[in-house]
Nanobody
Framework: QVQLLESGGGLVQAGGSLRLSCAAS????????MGWFRQAPGKEREFVAS????????YYLDSVKGRFTISRDNAKNTVYLQMNSLKPEDAAVYYC?????????????????WGQGTQVTVSS
């Protein structure tokens, strides 16, 4: 059974940084794309960033480009989201995601594997 465990969330002042981690168990990540999504109160879950299985291609939500960086360490079975220059509008619960099948892109489907989420709070 695949499990994703996020960590690294917390409270930070605007302009600060956080690094989220997502450790996977029950699966070797090297053949799977990985992604991060977020959901703020009263809003729908939205895509933030993804990285393909090889790490060669990354995708970002426009509003986080230049501030957030997704990376992966397949040897540690872990994906990261480095978040810099945080803004109050970045506050949300951040979820790690991986598709059910190898080499598939991240689409954020209900049938994917999801972590339990980690809270990011940004004070102004």
């Amino acid at each position: 059974q695949v499990q994703l465990l996020e960590s690294g969330g917390g409270l930070v002042q605007a302009g600060g940084s956080l690094r989220l981690s997502c450790a996977a168990s029950g699966r070797t990540l090297s053949s799977y794309a990985m992604g991060w999504f977020r959901q703020a109160p009263g809003k729908e879950r939205e895509f933030v960033a993804s990285i393909i299985w090889s790490g060669d291609i990354k995708y970002y939500l426009d509003s986080v480009k230049g501030r957030f960086t997704i990376s992966r360490d397949n040897a540690k079975n872990t994906v990261y989201l480095q978040m810099n220059s945080l803004k109050p509008e970045d506050a949300a619960v951040y979820y790690c995601n991986t598709p059910r099948f190898p080499y598939n892109p991240v689409r954020g489907e209900a049938s994917d594997y999801w972590g339990q989420g980690t809270q990011v709070t940004v004070s102004s």
